[in-house]
């Protein structure tokens, strides 16, 4: 059976949409996923489904609005197949997430929005920030002892932005790790 990694936007940010990971883990295996695991408290998980990935996509994101009673606004849901997620890992720009002593790196996952459209909101500050398009993401880095300069929070005002889910480097090669365990 098919493997996954599942990203959840809008849970637990800010106070809303509170959902705890075993809560969460359940309501997937009584949705009939299996081999459910989370990381973290930010919507992380790492699934088995006989669903295709859209299908599934769309089938989590109706069933946590209607059993958790979410903000269906807010709530957005992307289903990432073994191939899709290990080719973002794997194909992220040289030296990307290379240096975490001096760099903050996120990968920028996209849903329904190309790289080429989300890229147009981007306005990196020379020297701070630098963001590369990839196949479904944007990757953005930007200098840690800079990072209170960096442009990057000027994307939340855009209306792409709720298009997009945010994962730094470190928890996007967790699941990875998790995904081929």
């Known amino acids: 059976m098919p493997r996954y990694v599942v990203l959840l936007r809008g849970i637990n940010v800010g106070g809303k949409n509170k959902l705890p990971m075993a809560e ?3 309501a997937l295996i009584e949705h009939g996923c299996t081999e459910v695991a989370t990381y973290i408290q930010s919507g992380n998980v790492v699934l088995t489904s006989t669903e295709r990935a859209k299908t599934l996509a769309e089938s989590i994101e109706q069933m946590l609005i209607k059993r958790f009673e979410f903000d269906s606004a807010l709530i957005r849901v992307l289903v990432l197949t073994r191939a899709q997620f290990t080719s973002i890992v794997e194909d992220r720009p040289e030296g990307f997430g290379g240096q975490p002593d001096r760099y903050h ?3 920028i996952f996209l849903m329904g929005v190309t790289a080429t459209e989300a ?5 990196p500050r020379e020297g701070v920030d630098a963001v590369w398009p990839g196949k479904g993401v944007v990757y953005s880095q930007r200098l840690s002892a800079e990072r209170t300069k960096s442009r990057l929070s000027t994307i939340v005002g ?3 932005y709720a298009s997009m889910t945010i994962r730094n480097w470190n928890t996007t090669t967790k699941l990875l790790e998790l995904l081929r365990a």
């Open 105 to 107: 790196s996120d990968v």
């Open 24 to 26: 969460l883990k359940q």
């Open 119 to 123: 890229m147009r909101v981007f306005n």
């Open 158 to 160: 855009t209306p792409v």
